[in-house]
Every structure is written in structure tokens, then in C-alpha cells.
């Protein structure tokens, strides 16, 4: 079973930037494809970026491409979203998500059926 804490996130003003972090046990980091999802007040919990268990293969939603960087290192079982020109709409509770397989994200937008372990959130605030 694999274990998700996120750390970071916070309370940041519009045109501002902020890191979030995802640090993994129980299981072989690399052998995980990782991914954030975020979810705000009243809405569905969505996509933000996915990264394969390499880091060779990413993917965006579209409202964050350009403007958050997902990345992840190995050797520290950790998994980052460097989220840059943040926008109140940005503001959210944050997920991190693991699984071993990957979804058939080259053809439809990852979800999150796709992931079967879950952090438990993270705030990120973008004021106006």
C-alpha cells in the first residue's frame, strides 16, 4: 500500500508562485506513475498534470499548461508541482495520486479512476 503525504502549498497573491511536494512510501517510487489532482469548494476534483514513473512522459490541463511545472525525483521518492502566474481560480485543495498502471492518457484526459492511492490534500489560496 503506498503512503502520500503533499506538503507546501498555502496562502499566495494572484501573479505569485508556490511549490507543492508529494513524498511516497511503502512501495517503489519509481515503479509509480504520479499525478495532482485538485479539487475546489463545491466542484468536482480534477486534473492537473500527470507524470509517468520515468518522467519521460507528462501531461497538462490546459488551464495550467505554461504555468505549472510537474517534476519528481526518484532517489527521494518525491513528486513536485512548481505552480507559477497563479490565479485565484487556482486556488484549491490540492491531491497527489499514485498508481502502477498507466491510463490511456496519450488519447483522453487523465482521471481519477486512473489512481488508486491518494494523499489527503493539501490547501493552495490565490488571493486577488
Known amino acids: 500500500q503506498v503512503q502520500l503525504i503533499e506538503s507546501g502549498g498555502g496562502l499566495v497573491q494572484a501573479g505569485g508562485s508556490l511549490s507543492v511536494s508529494c513524498a511516497a512510501s511503502?512501495?517503489?517510487?519509481?515503479?509509480?506513475?504520479m499525478g495532482w489532482f485538485r479539487q475546489a469548494p463545491g466542484k468536482e476534483r480534477e486534473f492537473v498534470a500527470v507524470?509517468?514513473?520515468?518522467?519521460?512522459?507528462?501531461y497538462y490541463a490546459d488551464s495550467v499548461r505554461g504555468r505549472f511545472t510537474i517534476s519528481r525525483n526518484n532517489a527521494k521518492n518525491t513528486m513536485y508541482l512548481q505552480m507559477n502566474s497563479l490565479k485565484p481560480e487556482d486556488t484549491a485543495v490540492y491531491y497527489c495520486?499514485?498508481?502502477?498502471?498507466?491510463?490511456?492518457?496519450?488519447?483522453?484526459?487523465?482521471?481519477?479512476?486512473?489512481?488508486?492511492?491518494w494523499g489527503q490534500g493539501i490547501q493552495v489560496t490565490v488571493s486577488s
Open positions: 495520486a499514485a498508481d502502477s498502471q498507466m491510463g490511456a492518457w496519450s488519447v483522453r484526459v487523465p482521471r481519477r479512476t486512473d489512481f488508486g492511492s
Open positions: 511503502g512501495r517503489t517510487f519509481s515503479s509509480l506513475h
Open positions: 507524470i509517468s514513473k520515468t518522467g519521460g512522459t507528462i
